[in-house]
């Protein structure tokens, strides 16, 4: 086995060229190759190969998890706010190579590839610097990174002595500019002279509308072959129907030999020059190596997270088969690629225990498919390739996968049908460990059935015990109480629609599946005395087990009804209970209110009373009466008593609001702190002022902490930015009541500087390219990049008939060669 054709360069495969390609592996690497942005990153991808895990093997588990969270990087680097460049990759690995033989010596075209790979390391290590800088976690990709060298010196001297088409300049040495500019003197003189002599020749010998031409490397003139006597010197050619022969006269013959001259002193000039530009790239020959490995694996890594990006591909947990297998929202990788419609995912979940699922159901229900699927989940993640799952994904990694899918015959073998699935259950059984993945399709056919599903039991039945997982489909009824009689086994199937009898492709764990043989048949319109006839002979005990699944189906449909039902009606309540939560709080805050006002009311009649009593008393002391005084002194301490409650009993409400108010800080506080913590977002918490450098500077607020995203309001502006692109602002912190408000009047954005419209259909590119360009209009953004692919441009021409007419577009171009070619326009926003 070549180093190629091994996964991540050593581990042992974990599937043989046949089963890969019976799963149509080879077609997964194709679609995740399309990703890749130079053709060494997607021959990278294409080579990549399952490694196979064994309890143990922690080198070979170690290698898969550290090759996804390589491609974890790449995710967050393409999430991140400037582009990824998509730097060229000049196929140079055969001249590295030649380097190492001394005396060798570069072409003028090498050593042009070998500059474009020195600019492409200097760019992408750049771009991994500053996307580091900006707090992207790049730490699985340091190696990759420390792999790119940084010579200016050597690119410079490259870029003397060659231009971009790979000739060496005039000015790459003196003796060159000087041997170049006589050459020109000279051949202009040969031609003058020529052009002298073809003009003195009698007119029969002329070639209408003839010039001077060149001819084996020699400047001649068109005569006909009649005047080839009058002429003299040597011809050198002649035209298809001889008429016309190319001589280069007597007179010309002595130039002719001074510019062969000058041609040889030349090309052993430029041969020198490139030889001493070889010779100063020579001691960089491990550099080089490193660099152009380290460029094509970045972006194989790239493509891989493009393609989990545009797929919405979660990353599994990655277990061993005996902690069992949990799919969430899982899809064929190839169905999702090739699909013309929203493809129906299916959810799995296999305890430890149970090692056998036996999937049965009608023909064209989506068995084989889930069958495929399940086992191209798992190996794309030992290949390094994240599986089209959800979240809560977790995944099993194997020692090997067997596959028994399709039609087995071989003429050349002598193999019937049924003979070639006996020779793989054959190789199975010899090899299959516990660790192992069995893929049976169709499990006993193609013989007798009483036979085939006795051979067939008597496999799942040695499988399960030996604790291997497998999964089989089977039309076989015999193979559907293997459920109830070996422990391990179990049922499920694919939901077929009785009424339309067209299948669902949702899949029922503990419900076998029902052939629908005659009920397809009556839709295809079979004569009704066939159909009757073919039910009565169907045992009754099979119509008893037919009814009995029936009914199965029944119950399981109406409780999928009822718990979407419930679903919807707890969403409800939820949505129910907050509306009354936050009406309750406004009904506290009125009836706050209206105390206090009662109470300051209260409190200015007492004074207002007060006054008046202290009116009265004043008028009763003119009268000098003893008990008159006594009588005021006891209803002004009775005013006091009343005034005082009152003051009590306003302080009190002011303080319960107040620690009020407090508490409820303190609560989103904490929870804004503690959601902080939990996502890894330490020193930031709700309600921060920040200042977003992707905004221009601009001061803003944080509103919601998202992981490694936050929302945040900048005066109307409501948008989510990368948590890198923010630093704490010295700016003072808005209270309670303003962040409300500001908060329920911004609109919401996310903005991206570039759009993807690869894949699209034209009405589709429509839509995506102007809610694109609103984003970056609303979020203030300078440039926008739409990745449109090179293909035919159809794609290319679309965009720019949208951006031409657009008066928020002020200008549109091509990308540069590190923008991404012919395959990206670059917009301007006005």
């Given amino acids: 086995m070549s180093d190629h054709d091994r ?10 060229a046949r089963t890969l390609a019976a799963l149509e592996f080879g077609s ?48 967050r680097l393409l999430a991140g706010e400037e582009p990824w460049p998509s730097a060229p990759i000049p196929d140079v690995g055969a001249a590295i190579e030649r380097l190492g033989v001394a005396g060798s010596r570069w072409t003028g075209a090498e050593l042009r590839a070998g500059a474009t790979l020195l600019a492409s390391a200097r760019v992408t290590a750049a771009s991994l610097k500053g996307a580091a800088s900006r707090g992207t976690d790049l730490a699985a990709l340091a190696a990759l990174a420390a792999a790119l060298p940084d010579a200016p010196d050597a690119e410079a001297e490259i870029d003397r002595v060659v231009d971009d088409a790979g000739a060496v300049r005039d000015s790459a040495s003196p003796e060159l500019r000087r041997l170049r500019r006589q050459m020109r003197g000279a051949e202009a003189d040969l031609i003058r002279l020529l052009e002298k002599v073809m003009g003195g020749l009698d007119a029969r010998f002329r070639v209408d509308d003839a010039s001077v031409t060149m001819r084996n490397g020699r400047w001649v003139i068109p005569v006909r072959r009649e005047g080839r006597g009058a002429v003299g010197g040597i011809v050198h050619d002649a035209s298809g129907s001889g008429a016309t022969v190319f001589v280069e006269p007597p007179a010309a013959v002595e130039f002719g030999n001074r510019i062969r001259e000058i ?85 799995l979940s296999l305890e430890p225990g149970e090692r056998t699922l036996l999937v049965s159901g009608p023909n064209t229900g989506g068995k084989t498919v889930l069958l495929k699927a399940l086992a191209l989940l798992s190996l794309m993640a030992q290949a390094g390739v994240p599986p089209t799952v959800g979240a809560g994904s977790t995944i099993p990694l194997f020692d090997r996968v ?19 699935h006996i020779r793989n259950l054959v190789e199975v059984m010899e090899h299959a460990s516990a660790e192992s993945l069995v893929l049976a399709d169709e499990l006993g056919s193609g013989t007798d059935p009483t036979e085939g599903a ?20 089977t039309h076989l009824g015999a193979l559907k109480d293997l459920a109830h009689e070996v422990p391990g086994v179990v049922n499920a199937s694919l939901q077929f629609d009785e009424r339309e009898l067209a299948p669902t492709y949702r899949l029922l764990k503990g419900i076998p599946g029902r052939s629908y043989g005659i009920q397809i048949a009556r ?40 718990e979407r039902n419930v679903a919807v009606r707890e969403e409800s309540y939820a949505a129910r209970a907050a509306r009354m939560a936050e009406r309750e709080r406004h009904v506290s805050d009125r009836e706050r209110a209206f105390e206090r006002d009662a109470r300051v009311a209260s409190r200015r009649y007492i004074l207002d009373a007060r006054r008046e009593i202290e009116g009265v008393i004043a008028a009763l002391r ?58 890894g977002g330490a020193g930031l918490a709700v309600g921060d002022d920040v200042t977003v450098s992707s905004l221009g500077g601009a001061t803003a607020q944080v509103l919601e902490i998202r992981g490694d995203e936050l929302v945040v309001v900048a005066g109307s502006l409501r948008t989510t930015v990368r948590r890198g692109s923010v630093s704490r602002s010295g700016r003072r912190h808005l209270d309670a009541a303003d962040r409300v408000a500001v908060a329920g009047s911004a609109p919401e954005m996310d903005a991206r500087p570039e759009v993807d419209l690869r894949g699209m259909r034209a009405a589709e590119v429509d839509d995506a390219l102007l809610r694109a360009l609103d984003s970056a209009v609303r979020a ?17 021409d679309r965009v720019g008939e949208l951006l031409h007419g657009d008066p928020r577009v002020r200008s549109y171009r091509l990308g540069a060669w590190n923008e991404g070619g012919a395959g990206v326009t670059v917009a301007e926003i006005a």
């Fill in 7 to 16: 996964p991540f360069g050593f581990c042992v495969l974990a599937a043989d």
């Fill in 780 to 796: 203030d953004l300078r440039m926008l990049r739409i990745i449109h692919g090179k293909g035919t441009g159809a794609l290319r």
């Fill in 263 to 347: 041609e040889a002193a030349e090309s052993r000039e430029v041969e020198r020059i490139l030889a001493a530009a070889t010779e100063t790239l020579r001691p960089l020959a491990p550099q080089l190596a490193g660099a152009l490995d380290a460029l094509t694996e970045l972006d194989s890594l790239v493509a891989r997270a493009r393609f989990a990006l545009h797929y919405r591909c979660e990353p599994p947990a990655l277990v061993m088969p005996a902690d069992g297998v949990q799919v969430v929202e899982g899809k064929h990788p190839l169905l999702v690629v090739q699909a013309q419609r929203e493809v129906v995912p299916f959810d």
């Fill in 523 to 562: 839709r295809l319109h079979m004569h009704r005395a066939i159909i009757s006839r073919a039910e009565e002979r169907v045992p009754e005990a099979d119509r008893a087990a037919e009814a009995l699944l029936a009914d199965m189906e029944i119950r399981q449909r109406a409780l999928e009804e009822r």
């Fill in 402 to 420: 067997f596959a028994d899918i399709g039609d087995e015959q071989s003429i050349e073998a002598s193999l019937s049908t049924f003979s070639g």
């Fill in 454 to 473: 006795a051979i067939a039991g008597a496999v799942i039945e040695a499988l399960t015990a030996r604790g291997t997982m497998t999964v089989a489909t």
């Fill in 622 to 679: 003119s009268a000098d009466s003893a008990h008159v005084a006594d009588a005021a002194a006891a209803a002004r301490r009775t005013a006091e008593r009343l005034l005082a409650s009152e003051r009590e009993a306003a302080r009190a409400l002011d303080e319960a609001e107040a620690a009020g108010a407090i508490q409820a800080g303190e609560a989103r506080a904490a929870r804004g702190t503690a959601e902080a913590r939990d996502r």
């Fill in 28 to 75: 997964v690497l194709d679609a995740v190759a399309g990703h890749a942005s130079t053709q060494p990153g997607a021959a990278r991808v294409r080579g990549l190969r399952p490694a196979a895990v064994r309890t143990g093997d922690t080198v070979a588990r170690e290698v898969i998890r550290a090759e996804h969270e390589r491609v974890g990087a790449a995710r």
